[in-house]
RNA sequence: GGCGGCUUAGCCAAGUGGUAAGGCGGAGGUCUGCAAAACCUCUAUUCUCCGGUUCGAAUCCGGAAGCCGCCUCCA
């Protein structure tokens, strides 16, 4: 089956045919740096990381750009309520958004362009809009004509004049001809202090949206595959960047428009805004698993809405402690093995694997493949065991299962000596039938984390996924 | 007011016309010094509700209820 994905544009299920045949290239919206993300914000790079893992795991050679957005309303104000500079402001929630990235096992993406460092590449933009009529001066500020673009309102599906009339559109100090005309250029005003660009725009500042045109264009060129974000982000900003961008090229900008659902906290979206959010580093220190996050987050469908609860996290801890099991069990397994039905497992695995992930990334058919490939090869090893080379197949494939969920094959450092000696006098206390001072030191381990596990072929040791 | 989405077991979640995947949790069993892991068995006669279409509906149509999102700088 061929990789389909929901285009919102279209608003319906469209073969994937990228530009350059091997190849695909992909904005993904990244973070607003005024304050750090939280796990609902994750929501989205984690869709954005799946996708990004399954266009690899088809053989794509994926160039991703993922903005920083470190101007913007809220950066000035936070910067000049504290007295800093934006950049002493933005650089350590950049940072913090890194630590998280890793944290979750979120893959790289090939660049991170942040807003401040391609003010030229913006101006350059705003000046051909005002050139080819799409833009205005008003005042010191510079704003977009939306009547000047027939298809305004396609990706969002909405007509301008359907738009509940002041519902909250700010009573600000610039003069804009209609309502719904955005900003791309701001005049400085004083409330900016010296967050500002000397260009030849005049003094001032980029709007929001022209951002992720102009940083897009650069880095991806002026038609690309694939552009993501949370839903909210449809209306206003990709409508707008639509706008802008093909404003300055007069040709299509984007193929497929993907966007995902929000998470749900106490059933509102988490939000800064409303202030019902948990970041990952509270929930790290807390002492939960990261991993165990990122499962919770990539186990549900992108467009479905998804709650988090407690309750979620804990079934995701036990899930992938499942799967990690299952590696440690095929890697300690021996014996003949049962050529035929490994393989048998492995196709039906591979097959329901990619049936789902093809589906638009309907991950869910996806996992339980996964799952119900570990009960067969348990299954398999509970009977016969496993051969060497099927092992090694076993390995292979669950590894690249794991090349898109990213959470059964992890760096564990090694055991302290100290452990590592504990263990060994419980073997001795076993030989000896001494099970009462083996007991205590399986207790003492437990209580530093670490599960033990007598098996045939001896003690196995394994972190406790918390 | 406009646009869109959701409602499936104790919890999470697939399934878009052919008789309810998977995970977590729970119950029982095998194995084990005891555990753990693993394996086996069981855990929704039914999909928010009411009508309709159909040989057949969780799936299609109409209506109702509840919940959520977007509607100008939110992922």
Redesign the pocket.
């Known amino acids: 089956m061929s990789l389909r994905f929901y285009n919102t544009m279209t608003r319906s299920l469209e073969e994937f045919k990228p530009i350059k045949p091997d190849e695909v290239r992909m904005y993904t919206?990244g973070?607003?740096v005024y304050a750090p993300?939280h796990v609902?914000?994750y929501?989205?790079y984690m869709f954005e990381d799946i996708l990004r893992r399954y266009l690899i795991y088809k053989g794509y050679r994926v160039t991703q750009v993922m903005n920083l957005?470190d101007i913007?309303?809220?950066t000035i104000r936070d910067s000049n309520a504290k007295g800093i500079t934006l950049n002493e402001h933005t650089q350590p929630i950049k940072d913090m958004f890194f630590e998280d990235i890793d944290r979750l096992n979120i893959q790289r993406a090939e660049y991170y362009p942040a807003a401040t460092e391609h003010i030229g590449e913006m101006v350059a933009m705003v000046e051909k809009l005002l050139e080819r009529g799409h833009a205005y001066r008003s005042g010191d500020s510079i704003y977009y004509k939306?009547s000047s673009f027939p298809n305004y309102g396609s990706l969002?599906?909405?007509?301008?004049e359907?738009?509940?009339a002041g519902?909250?559109?700010?009573s600000d100090e610039y003069e804009k001809e209609t309502?719904?005309d955005?900003?791309l250029w701001?005049g400085w005003t004083e409330k900016d202090g010296a967050v500002f660009w000397e260009t030849s725009l005049g003094k001032g500042r980029p709007?929001?949206h022209i951002e992720c045109s102009a940083m897009s264009m650069k880095y991806l060129g002026e038609q690309f595959d694939i552009h993501t974000?949370?839903?909210?982000?449809?209306?206003?900003h990709h409508e707008n960047e639509i706008a802008q961008s093909e404003g300055v090229t007069g040709d299509k900008f984007v193929n497929y428009w993907l966007h995902?659902?929000?998470?749900?906290l106490d059933?509102?979206?988490?939000?800064?805004?409303e202030g019902n959010f948990i970041t990952v580093k509270e929930l790290t220190e807390q002492g939960h698993d990261p991993l165990a996050i990122r499962f919770v987050l990539l186990?549900?469908?992108y467009r479905?809405?998804?709650?988090f609860?407690m309750?979620?996290l804990?079934?995701a801890k036990?899930?992938i402690t499942?799967l990690r099991?299952?590696k440690s069990?095929v890697e300690s397994a021996s014996g003949s093995g049962d050529g035929i039905a490994v393989n048998e497992a492995i196709e039906k695995a591979v097959r329901g694997f990619e049936e789902?992930l093809d589906?638009d990334l309907?991950i869910?058919?996806s996992?339980?493949a996964v799952?119900?490939f570990?009960?067969d090869i348990?299954?398999i090893?509970?009977d016969n065991g496993l051969s060497a080379s099927e092992k090694e197949s076993v390995l292979e494939n669950l590894k690249k299962f794991d090349s898109v969920l990213g959470v059964i094959f992890v760096d564990e450092s090694g055991l302290d000596a100290e452990i590592e000696e504990m263990i060994q006098k419980r073997l001795n206390a076993?030989k000896n039938k001494d099970?009462q001072t083996?007991?205590e030191i399986r207790d003492a381990l437990l209580s530093k984390g670490i599960?033990?596990?007598?098996?045939p072929t001896g003690t196995k040791w394994k972190r406790k996924i918390s």
């Open positions: 919206c973070p607003t993300a609902g914000n929501r989205a957005t913007d309303d809220k939306i969002s599906h909405m007509k301008i359907d738009l509940m519902a909250r559109i700010d309502a719904s955005f900003a701001k709007g929001w974000g949370g839903v909210d982000n449809i209306f206003p995902n659902a929000h998470l749900i059933s509102k979206k988490m939000a800064k805004s186990s549900t469908h479905q809405q998804l709650n609860t309750d979620g804990g079934a036990a899930a499942r099991d299952f069990n789902g589906n309907n869910s058919p996992v339980a799952f119900d570990v009960r348990n299954s090893i509970a076993r099970f083996a007991d599960i033990l596990e007598d098996t």
